[in-house]
């Protein structure tokens, strides 16, 4: 293990147990305030509305990023996160286009943090996988406006002269994920599934690690220009395979480092070793990525349980 994080640990520890810091106060102050910096900064917090393409825009709120495509039949919302991110989307597309009615409003995919606050874009229509039913009533949902039509499989929708692919991911990030590729704008929109140049949060939760996979490279297949995921900034397609690498060289390492030192839990400092099997060789190469060492650890133990698991 690092040499400064072990004697810091080592002082943590003499400190809770001579002085009686709880363990809340230190967890708060260590590993949540750690975390905190990979969620806020300049050119995170705020709203920002922008045009990416003759028909493309994207609305930033924080570090929630969505869709906007303008079509001759009204315009089309990819992910309306919250309300407080349609409300304020809402009076941006009031200015920018007057009397134009949101014509329809898709869900990327069933996630609660994607689906909320919709009603406020008073869409005609809403369109979501067919089994995000299953998931929204095993939880409290409140706030997702319900879906007038569901869509399984690759699914091409053609609203106003503008053709927008639907691709189904598979098991991927959950298994109601979709992509969504507008091939006369050359752009692709992803929802949790790649970055610009920034680590991933918490491992991705909810990643089935060999689906999302095959979904990144399906994808990467695609012929396209702007890369747009649904957090933190936008991109090109270069991007997304930049992010991939990132993604496969920490599973490729964790992966060794089960083979050598043997899966978690069967010996003593095992995550110490596994912490140096991995940390060195993926900061030289992403250790310049927003939230590297904010995200480390929490990536390195999805990585590792993933691994060992064949998740
Ligand atoms: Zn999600």
């Known amino acids: 293990m690092n040499k400064k994080l072990l004697v810091f640990a080592f002082s943590a520890v003499l400190a809770i147990s001579t002085t009686g810091c709880s363990p809340r106060a230190f967890v708060l102050n260590t590993v949540m305030g750690t975390v905190d910096p990979y969620f806020h900064g300049d050119g995170i917090d705020g709203t920002k509305f922008e045009q990416l393409t003759d028909k493309v825009y994207t609305f930033q709120w924080n570090w929630y990023r969505n869709l906007i495509i303008n079509t001759d039949e009204g315009l089309v919302v990819i992910d309306p996160m919250n309300a407080q991110m349609t409300s304020a989307l809402k009076l941006e597309l009031d200015k920018k286009f007057p009397g134009k009615k949101v014509h329809t409003l898709i869900y990327s995919h069933y996630h609660l943090d994607h689906t909320k606050g919709g009603a406020i874009l008073r869409p005609l229509n809403v369109i979501a996988h067919e089994k995000s039913p299953t998931y929204w009533n095993a939880v409290e949902h409140d706030g997702v406006l319900a879906p007038t039509r569901y869509i399984s499989g690759d699914t091409v929708l053609n609203i ?7 691709l189904y991911l598979g098991l991927s990030h959950t298994d109601t994920l979709y992509a969504f590729h507008i091939p006369s704008e050359r752009l692709v929109f992803t929802a949790d599934l790649g970055l610009v140049k920034t680590v991933a949060p918490d491992g991705v939760p909810d990643r089935y690690a060999p689906g999302y996979l095959a979904a990144m490279n399906r994808i990467i297949s695609l012929d396209f220009d702007t890369f747009v995921p649904s957090h933190f900034g936008y991109g090109v397609k270069q991007d997304l395979v930049n992010w991939r690498d990132m993604m496969e060289q920490g599973r490729a390492l964790a992966h060794a480092a089960i083979k050598d030192i043997g899966g978690p839990g069967v010996r003593e400092n095992q995550m110490g070793k596994y912490f140096d099997a991995v940390y060195y060789p993926m900061r030289e190469r992403y250790g310049q990525w927003h939230g590297f060492n904010e995200m480390f650890v929490l990536n390195l133990v999805r990585d590792i349980i993933g691994e060992a698991l064949g998740d």
Not at 160 to 166: K, L, P, T
Request: charged share 30%.
């Open 160 to 166: 106003g002269g503008v053709e927008i692919r639907a």
